[in-house]
T-cell receptor
Framework: AQTVTQSQPEMSVQEAETVTLSCTYD???????LFWYKQPPSRQMILVIRQEAYKQQNATENRFSVNFQKAAKSFSLKISDSQLGDAAMYFC???????????FGTGTSLTVIP | GAGVSQSPSNKVTEKGKDVELRCDPI?????LYWYRQSLGQGLEFLIY????????KSGLPSDRFSAERTGGSVSTLTIQRTQQEDSAVYLC????????????FGPGTRLTVL
């Protein structure tokens, strides 16, 4: 079975500080994609960052970076210099290279404290 | 418009009624997904369309749920004889043929069944 687990239902961070959101997944596939999505109160899911499993280098997008540990099946998101606008639900997602389905975790609600 | 649009934004209906939810994908995107997001949960895959291929309906929870995609563009998700447990946000996403790993989401339809 392919599952995605986010073990932190809620997290908080002080503005300008760094926070790391955890995600683990279970798969027998060797080639796949991993994603972090942000969902603010507007409900619009926004792609934050993506990682291709065959690439060993961790993806980065400005203040967002990931720590991808393929052997451990771990894919954490680090947000640096947190801003008030980062407050949202964050979802980790997995998609095998073969097949159509995306598998999502249950989300982590991030609060940014001014 | 440039993004995925969904209508209505909110829908309140009575138990036992049928509802139709609409999704307009990004122009030129061949893949279209429907997801259900229940309160406090991640996204649950419902159905996937890719071009003219037969849709992947493996996520539809019951035969009360159906979806169609006309002309390879607009999609309608129909829920017949709605039940209270159908209350959720229904999200649509689309992706291009050359980048099927990256989805773009609409703002969702919040369905409330009384």
């Amino acid at each position: 079975a392919q599952t995605v687990t986010q073990s932190q239902p809620e997290m908080s961070v002080q503005e300008a500080e760094t926070v790391t959101l955890s995600c683990t997944y279970d798969t027998s596939e060797s080639d796949y994609y991993l994603f972090w999505y942000k969902q603010p109160p507007s409900r619009q899911m926004i792609l934050v960052i993506r990682q291709e499993a065959y690439k060993q280098q961790n993806a980065t997008e400005n203040r967002f970076s990931v720590n991808f540990q393929k052997a451990a099946k771990s894919f954490s998101l680090k947000i640096s210099d947190s801003q008030l606008g980062d407050a949202a639900m964050y979802f980790c997602a997995y998609r095998p290279n073969t097949g159509n389905q995306f598998y999502f975790g249950t989300g982590t609600s991030l609060t940014v404290i001014p | 418009g440039a993004g995925v649009s969904q209508s209505p934004s909110n829908k309140v209906t009575e138990k036992g009624k049928d509802v139709e939810l609409r999704c307009d994908p990004i122009s030129g995107h061949t893949a279209l997904y429907w997801y259900r997001q229940s309160l406090g949960q991640g996204l649950e895959f419902l159905i996937y369309f890719q071009g003219n291929s037969a849709p992947d309906k493996s996520g539809l929870p019951s035969d009360r749920f159906s979806a169609e995609r006309t002309g390879g563009s607009v999609s309608t998700l129909t829920i017949q004889r709605t039940q209270q447990e159908d209350s959720a946000v229904y999200l649509c996403a689309s992706s291009s043929y050359r980048a099927t790993d990256t989805q773009y989401f609409g703002p969702g339809t919040r369905l409330t069944v009384l």
